[in-house]
């Protein structure tokens, strides 16, 4: 089996789909990460696939290491990496579709045909304590369990005046009862110590599941500082990229919970590297995911494969706009999105949608 075309296609809310097709008439769907679509589209259809093209889908880790140290100058840590996971997911497609597996299976096998989800509620700046306690109330009614709150704050917002978090957080656990769990992502937002007493704060007076990203990504020794600090277990991951990241970040940065993204981190063939690091930490993994349905898709395929990935997963929820892309839907019920069962990554894409609704196809 032969690539023999890659085709990506920039929809208006900034999604990359990649397609690959192959010589023998089985093609693949992956998706990037929707940040910079236009640079991660141009390094995809100008730089990896002139790689691709002629390799054979089957041969996914020569073809991801070329794809990795060819261009290496363009740098692995961001863009490259991105552009990389989409043919990467697309790639797995093809061989769960040639295979007629669904990709689970093809990653060793299911310890879970199930992922628990909780609820993710991004504060936009200006939702008052109500509303942000009024959505929350209205998700525990729908039956979540588990709830998170992320501020936008933001690499290094620093001191925070009068921090918006600390009465929104109060209110939320005064209004959902003990039962719920509840997280908080502070998104790079705080100093170390700064960090550290809100969240011995919270500790104490909200109970925290688990506190996300409370320093900026990039300063690991600052993440360290408040993963010592705290009972509560630090989660971060979902800004690095390649396995030597997660390597330091493990080392450094010394969160509990590790959190890859597949539409960032380099698919699945880095994505099941990055899980043995994890295991052999001992750290469980919780994965990020903003993309509801491709990257979902891969998403569950991961976390059915991965012992550790047994924690509740973030879902953003059926989109109608994006559900209009494909011919089938993932399952979403009672708090569990269910591992897809069909071939591949299991989705079958409307093509003909997809391009009509594409912005730039290259
Ligand atoms: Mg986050």
Same mark, same amino acid.
């Given at each position: 089996?032969?690539?023999?075309?890659?085709?990506?296609?920039?929809?208006?809310?900034?999604?990359?789909?990649?397609?690959?097709?192959?010589?023998?008439?089985?093609?693949?769907?992956?998706?990037?990460?929707?940040?910079?679509?236009?640079?991660?589209?141009?390094?995809?259809?100008?730089?990896?696939?002139?790689?691709?093209?002629?390799?054979?889908?089957?041969?996914?880790?020569?073809?991801?290491?070329?794809?990795?140290?060819?261009?290496?100058?363009?740098?692995?840590?961001?863009?490259?990496?991105?552009?990389?996971?989409?043919?990467?997911?697309?790639?797995?497609?093809?061989?769960?579709?040639?295979?007629?597996?669904?990709?689970?299976?093809?990653?060793?096998?299911?310890?879970?045909?199930?992922?628990?989800?909780?609820?993710?509620?991004?504060?936009?700046?200006?939702?008052?304590?109500?509303?942000?306690?009024?959505?929350?109330?209205?998700?525990?009614?729908?039956?979540?369990?588990?709830?998170?709150?992320?501020?936008?704050?933001?690499?290094?917002?620093?001191?925070?005046?009068?921090? #918006?978090?600390?009465?929104?957080?109060?209110?939320?656990?005064?209004?959902?009862?003990?039962?719920?769990?509840?997280?908080?992502?502070?998104?790079?937002?705080?100093?170390?110590?700064?960090?550290?007493?809100?969240?011995?704060?919270?500790?104490?007076?909200?109970?925290?599941?688990?506190?996300?990203? #409370?320093?900026?990504?990039?300063?690991?020794?600052?993440?360290?500082?408040?993963?010592?600090?705290?009972?509560?277990?630090?989660?971060?991951?979902?800004?690095?990229?390649?396995?030597?990241?997660?390597?330091?970040?493990?080392?450094?940065?010394?969160?509990?919970?590790?959190? #890859?993204?597949?539409?960032?981190?380099?698919?699945?063939?880095?994505?099941?590297?990055?899980?043995?690091?994890?295991?052999?930490?001992?750290?469980?993994?919780?994965?990020?995911?903003?993309?509801?349905?491709?990257?979902?898709?891969?998403?569950?395929?991961?976390?059915?494969?991965?012992?550790?990935?047994?924690?509740?997963?973030?879902?953003?929820?059926?989109?109608?706009?994006?559900?209009?892309?494909?011919?089938?839907?993932?399952?979403?019920?009672?708090?569990?999105?269910?591992?897809?069962?069909? #071939?591949?990554?299991?989705?079958?894409?409307?093509?003909?949608?997809?391009?009509?609704?594409?912005?730039?196809?290259?």
């Amino acid at each position: 089996m032969k690539i023999t075309n890659m085709t990506t296609y920039l929809l208006p809310w900034g999604s990359l789909f990649i397609k690959l097709e192959t010589d023998e008439g089985i093609s693949g769907w992956g998706e990037c990460s929707p940040m910079g679509g236009h640079v991660l589209q141009a390094m995809a259809a100008h730089t990896l696939k002139p790689l691709a093209i002629g390799g054979n889908p089957f041969d996914v880790e020569v073809l991801w290491q070329k794809m990795l140290l060819s261009p290496y100058k363009l740098g692995p840590s961001g863009a490259q990496s991105e552009a990389i996971s989409g043919v990467d997911l697309a790639m797995w497609d093809i061989i769960g579709k040639a295979t007629n597996k669904p990709v689970h299976q093809l990653q060793g096998g299911c310890f879970r045909d199930r992922v628990p989800i909780y609820y993710s509620y991004g504060w936009d700046g200006k939702a008052t304590v109500d509303d942000v306690v009024r959505i929350m109330s209205s998700q525990v009614d729908q039956g979540f369990t588990v709830l998170k709150l992320r501020m936008n704050y933001g690499p290094l917002r620093g001191e925070i005046a009068n921090d #918006p978090a600390i009465p929104m957080m109060k209110a939320i656990r005064a209004a959902v009862g003990d039962e719920v769990k509840i997280g908080f992502d502070a998104n790079n937002g705080y100093t170390a110590h700064k960090a550290i007493q809100v969240g011995r704060y919270l500790e104490e007076h909200v109970g925290l599941a688990w506190f996300e990203e #409370p320093t900026p990504q990039y300063d690991y020794l600052a993440m360290a500082q408040v993963a010592d600090a705290l009972d509560t277990p630090v989660s971060a991951g979902e800004h690095e990229y390649t396995l030597w990241q997660f390597r330091d970040l493990l080392l450094h940065g010394r969160p509990d919970i590790l959190q #890859p993204d597949l539409v960032k981190c380099g698919g699945f063939t880095e994505a099941k590297k990055i899980a043995a690091l994890c295991e052999a930490w001992s750290k469980p993994i919780v994965v990020h995911n903003t993309q509801p349905t491709l990257g979902t898709a891969a998403s569950l395929h991961f976390c059915a494969s991965v012992s550790g990935a047994m924690y509740h997963q973030e879902f953003t929820g059926h989109r109608a706009e994006l559900s209009a892309l494909f011919h089938n839907q993932l399952e979403f019920k009672d708090g569990y999105l269910y591992v897809p069962q069909g #071939p591949g990554l299991g989705l079958e894409v409307n093509e003909e949608k997809v391009k009509e609704t594409a912005v730039s196809v290259i």
